[in-house]
């Protein structure tokens, strides 16, 4: 007998990474280690399941950006050339370890799992992860929900409540268009929340997001089943709460499973342990030694001495974990479901580039998880948040906490001493791009697409990876250079459009390099429905 539900949701982001002015761009990298490593891999593992009727489920959250890379024929063409690059890797790597027992066989791995990943993309999927994803769906297993349009920390920008609108609204257009429906929810950036969202949430139409536990414990008035069951906001949304003890297995770095010493080690690469001369083909063209994705080593233990990784053995160690995994839920939910009136639902939410990327057994530990809950047990069942919702047990009133699942739990990896100058030019941005639709709203011709330009330019600039990594310390100068550069854009179209002086070949270069959201129209930042603001004083 079913005694309650668990969920797993998966967010799949990448800031908007597009450098066609580069022969190499680092950046585009991440989107090409992404497809390869986790979304390819983790769509072969669903589609594996629905064929062997696996009655699995999965949310997944695609952030807009994301899905604009996808669709990007630019970017299409540069992964080819990246996979052929490393298929050419392979094939050397193949022949310098073929008389070595040990590693020949992980050499030979990575070489069809590459062969894997360019026939998947090109042939099966015809470059066209959209329709793969849209395709998945329609089993039913698989539930496509969104983000705000660029990843935006909206807690920190709803100063301007239309440029919380406009991150919201750009993100559920897009989605419909790309997907076929609405999303029915949505994963907010970061988890970020505060008591500015719900409203524009229930305008457009979404039923349930996420927030971190903190999140729902300290909610108005004092959640009664605490994040096993969502709460109600005021306007009607869901606030589904974030799972402590999934979290703890998966991600603590003392006690998660991807830290198991059986399991692949992420940093060691040929890309710096080989001669230079060797990889150099295959690297930063500057001969800055970068990750090739060829990793010999286990995990080991907690120094520099590492041993083979053994293929076998690691998922061995998978399937291990899966069971350990699904053990800890039947308790947790047989306990749960003993205290409350109600099934729990434990929510179990990751980010998906965790799953393969970072976790090289990720999709492996999914693929075990899911047949064993399949077959192994009677105490749960997997099952979507929409779906719970659609049990219409009824739900506690209240205001979810100020929130997010960053260090901490609140907002100060967004803002803090490394980032905190960026807000003074995004919320001025906002304002002006506010007043601009105020003053505009009948544009046409190259008005319009200045205005359109204008919008796109702000939603770059406040993508949340920017303060983010500028926080954590890696890459900072490009991200710090990636603000700069959209709010000088932005600035400079602005004054242009009240000047009425726009320079058309410029606009058009703009176009050209920020091309994402193709159907972006600048009249969300000044919805009917809200007020717009004044703004004399930015003259």
Not at 190 to 209: K, P, Q, R, T, V
Not at 528 to 538: E, G, R, S, Y
């Amino acid at each position: 007998m079913t005694k309650g539900y668990f969920a797993l949701v998966l967010h799949a982001h990448l800031p908007y990474v597009r450098h066609p002015e580069y022969p190499y761009s680092l950046e585009e990298k991440w989107l090409f280690e992404a497809l390869t490593e986790t979304y390819l891999p983790l769509l072969e593992t669903f589609n594996n399941l629905e064929q062997d009727k696996i009655d699995y489920r999965v949310t997944i959250s695609i952030s807009p950006t994301l899905a604009a890379m996808w669709q990007d024929k630019y970017l299409q063409e540069k992964y080819r050339s990246y996979l052929l690059s490393l298929l050419e890797l392979a094939d050397k790597e193949t022949a310098r370890t073929a008389h070595d027992a040990v590693f020949s066989p992980l050499a030979r791995h990575y070489r069809q799992r590459l062969q894997t990943a360019y026939q998947t993309f090109f042939i099966t999927y015809q470059a066209d992860l959209i329709k793969a994803f849209r395709q998945l769906a329609a089993g039913g297993k698989v539930e496509l929900i969104t983000c705000a349009a660029t990843h935006g920390y909206l807690p920190l920008l709803s100063t301007n409540p239309e440029a919380v609108y406009a991150q919201l609204c750009t993100a559920v257009e897009e989605h419909t268009r790309l997907f076929g429906q609405p999303p029915k929810g949505i994963w907010l950036p970061e988890c970020g929340y505060d008591d500015s969202i719900d409203s524009i949430l229930a305008e457009l139409g979404i039923n349930y997001f996420f927030v971190d536990t903190h999140g729902i414990i300290y909610a108005k008035p004092r959640p009664a089943y605490g994040t096993y069951s969502p709460l109600l906001t005021p306007h009607g949304v869901a606030a589904f709460g974030r799972d402590e003890e999934c979290s703890r297995q998966v991600w603590s770095k003392t006690e998660g499973y991807p830290g198991d010493f059986v399991y692949r080690d992420f940093y060691r690469d040929i890309g710096f342990d080989l001669p230079l001369d060797y990889v150099r083909p295959y690297i930063h063209p500057d001969g800055i030694r970068t990750h090739t994705g060829f990793k010999y080593f286990r995990i080991t233990g907690k120094t520099d001495h590492k041993e083979p990784y053994n293929l076998e053995a690691a998922e061995k160690k998978a399937a291990e974990h899966a069971g350990n995994f699904m053990f800890n839920r039947e308790r947790q939910i047989e306990y749960a479901a003993g205290e409350i009136d109600r099934p729990p639902i434990v929510v179990a939410p990751y980010d998906a580039e965790l799953f393969g990327h970072w976790w090289y057994e990720g999709p492996i530990w999914l693929d075990y998880l899911f047949r064993k809950i399949h077959y192994e047990q009677a105490v749960f069942r997997p099952i979507t948040p929409f779906e719970y919702l659609s049990l219409a047990l009824p739900l506690q009133e209240a205001e979810p906490s100020s929130s997010s699942w960053g260090n901490n739990g609140y907002h100060e990896v967004w803002l803090n001493g490394n980032n905190d100058w960026i807000y003074r030019h995004l919320h001025l941005a906002a304002a002006r791009m506010t007043k601009a639709a105020a003053d505009f709203p009948h544009a046409n011709g190259l008005q319009e697409e200045a205005l359109n330009q204008l919008a796109r330019e702000l939603l770059l600039a406040q993508a949340s990876d920017w303060p983010f990594i500028m926080t954590t310390g890696t890459m900072v100068q490009y991200a710090q250079q990636r603000v700069h550069d959209h709010l000088v854009r932005f600035n400079r179209l602005w004054q242009q459009l009240y000047d009425n002086k726009i320079d058309a070949e410029w606009l058009h270069k703009l176009q050209a390099a920020d091309n994402l959201f193709p159907q972006l129209d600048y009249r969300i930042y000044a919805p009917m429905q809200q007020t717009v603001k004044t703004a004399a004083a930015l003259h």
